[in-house]
């Protein structure tokens, strides 16, 4: 326990210049400087809620992730994944969700992006029907970028953020998209706020803060407190943040059921629990959506160690591929089964500046995703940027012209098995893919110990959960010495060959991110994340 335990108040003194001395609860500590308007989230009552979060919950999020440690151990091992049978009931049982409330009914097309202030603006004013302001795959976890994304967030909620930048002036359009906002994942720490002596963690600390500040003025504004929830293993996982969610309403006197969480299936393992999921959220839930990135990176992940399951160069790993198109279509059936949506993934084409054949093909890349997508029967979609909106909206109105699929009857008499979610597509693996994975992780890692957290590369997008394709990639096929389409295995030797070059090419401006990827792409045990090592890094 830290020196205070309990009982007294912990005194802390903050600087920079101006800055005053704050009142933290007890048992608690923070390590960075604080503004006044940081001071105006970090109140000492939002930070009691936090530390009670921490109290409460921490000791079951850490066994949640000792879980997901066995089970690697047992996949290690070669254990492959299935539906569980402890939970055939739950799967074959007539329940559905809560209704879903009256702005979360039709989700179209949604728009993501980080929590800076001045994309929050464009976001909410782009036009989409919802706005996923991202704590996570989108966002580097700075100190300033997670307490001032609270001070974005919590103006946006009152309609009062506003921005000058001198050359243009920001402000909300009358007609917003829904804000839905999305918390670190269980395993990210928050490193500069300790609780009794043990690190508090991202979720807590994003989920927390979020809903102390804005849940009731979001609900008396007629909406709610609205979250995605990302990267979970297991549907135990889904049931510690519903008891995040009851916790959390009962302690602020609002009403039960008003948090609505949207899980990201986008692990392997949890593409076996979504029924199991959706139920122990069913108070709470508004739903899935296919996080197609993250999901491919789980997939190389879990079978890191299987030469059976290395996939293709990334580019190959299309939405259209069986295992994929499996994976979302039941994803669809399982949720409107329950009456829930089942929202759609990210294509990574954003608009090309100063060429218009390839912006023309971006454009082409998305609406064939979109098209997709709303023919299976997704109910809505990802944009990543502003320009794609009219695009996917144009899709949707076509292909769906009701709020949502969710009674449509689309992919219910489909038969989704274990081996259909589990087998490789075809492919190669190409020297390309591998200088690819490498030039890109690298200048993605450079962005991001910069602070920004999704950037565009080669005329994608790019974020935490695509660099984590890369560097995964690499180390499996390194580890597997895969075959290249050329006839080369790529040996370790071959593999630094190919990673002086791309570092020479990129120069020295790359050299701290280039030791980190380096790291994160060959060391053995594979790192279960890269913004782990890499947060070690963050200033
Ligand atoms: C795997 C996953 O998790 S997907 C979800 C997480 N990833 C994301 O959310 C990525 C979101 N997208 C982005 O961050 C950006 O679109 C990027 C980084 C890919 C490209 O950004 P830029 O290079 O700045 O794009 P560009 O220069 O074309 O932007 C034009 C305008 O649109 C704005 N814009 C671009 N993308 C977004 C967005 N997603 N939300 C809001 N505004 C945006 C820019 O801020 C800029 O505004 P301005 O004209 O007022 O200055
Ligand atoms: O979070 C989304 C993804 O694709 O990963
Ligand atoms: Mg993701």
């Known amino acids: 326990m830290a020196p205070g335990g309990h009982g007294a108040a912990t005194p802390l003194f903050l600087f920079p210049e101006g800055a005053s001395m704050i009142t933290l609860p007890s048992g608690m500590h923070i390590s960075a400087p604080l503004t006044p308007q940081q001071q105006e989230i970090l109140t000492p009552e939002a930070l009691a809620f936090v530390a009670e979060l921490h109290r409460r919950f921490e000791p079951r999020r850490r066994e949640l992730m000792a879980a997901r440690g066995a089970r690697q151990a047992r996949l290690d091992a070669g254990e492959l994944p299935d539906f569980l049978p402890q939970t055939r009931e739950i799967r074959e049982g007539d329940w559905r969700i809560a209704p879903l409330p009256q702005d979360l009914q039709d989700r179209r097309v949604e728009i993501t992006g980080p929590v800076d202030r001045k994309m929050i603006i464009n976001a909410l004013n782009s036009g989409a029907r919802v706005f996923m302001a991202d704590f996570e795959d989108a966002s580097s976890p700075t100190w300033e970028n997670m307490v001032d994304g609270q001070i974005n967030l919590r103006d946006a909620v009152r309609r009062e953020i506003t921005l000058d930048t001198g050359a243009k002036s920001y402000r909300l359009n009358d007609q917003t998209a829904v804000l839905v906002v999305r918390p670190r994942g269980w395993h990210l720490p928050e490193k500069h706020v300790m609780v009794d002596g043990e690190t508090l963690y991202g979720a807590f600390f994003d989920f927390g803060l979020y809903f102390f500040h804005n849940a009731a003025e979001l609900l008396a504004r007629g909406s709610g407190p609205y979250f995605y929830l990302p990267k979970m293993e297991s549907h135990l996982e889904a049931r510690l943040w519903n008891d995040v969610f009851n916790h959390a309403e009962q302690t602020l006197g609002i009403q ?284």
């Open 256 to 539: 039960h059921g008003s948090v609505k969480g949207t899980v990201l299936i986008e692990t392997i393992l949890a593409a076996f629990e979504m029924d199991e999921i959706l139920y122990e959220l069913r108070e709470h839930s508004a739903g899935l959506n296919c996080g197609r990135w993250d999901y491919i990176f789980s997939y190389i992940k879990k079978f890191r160690q299987r030469g059976d399951r290395v996939l293709p160069d990334r580019a190959k790993v299309s939405m259209a591929v069986p295992m994929m198109s499996n994976y979302s279509k039941l994803a669809i059936q399982t949720c409107h089964k329950r009456g829930a949506p089942a929202i759609g993934g990210m294509s990574a084409f954003i608009p090309v500046k100063n060429d218009e054949a390839a912006n023309e093909r971006a454009f082409a890349q998305v609406r064939a995703d979109k098209e997709r997508e709303a023919t299976n029967g997704h109910d809505g979609t990802w944009v990543a940027h502003p320009g794609m909106v009219a695009l996917a909206t144009e899709v949707f109105d076509r292909l769906m012209p009701t709020p949502n699929q969710i009674d449509s009857g689309k992919q219910m008499d489909l038969h989704i098995t274990a081996a259909d979610l589990l087998t490789p597509p075809e492919g190669t693996v190409t020297e390309e893919g591998v200088r690819t994975n490498i030039n890109v992780g690298i200048q993605y890692l450079a962005a991001w110990l910069r602070g920004s957290g999704a950037v565009p590369i080669h005329n994608l997008m790019e974020d935490a959960a695509t660099a984590e394709i890369s560097r995964a990639q690499l180390w499996q096929w390194r580890e597997q010495g895969v075959t290249l389409e050329d006839g080369r295995t790529l040996t370790p030797e071959l593999f630094d060959e190919l990673y002086a070059d791309e570092t020479q090419k990129l120069g020295g401006d790359f050299a701290a991110a280039a030791t980190l990827f380096r790291d994160v792409a060959t060391r053995s045990p594979l790192a279960d994340f890269l913004t782990l090592p890499g947060y070690e890094q963050l200033a």
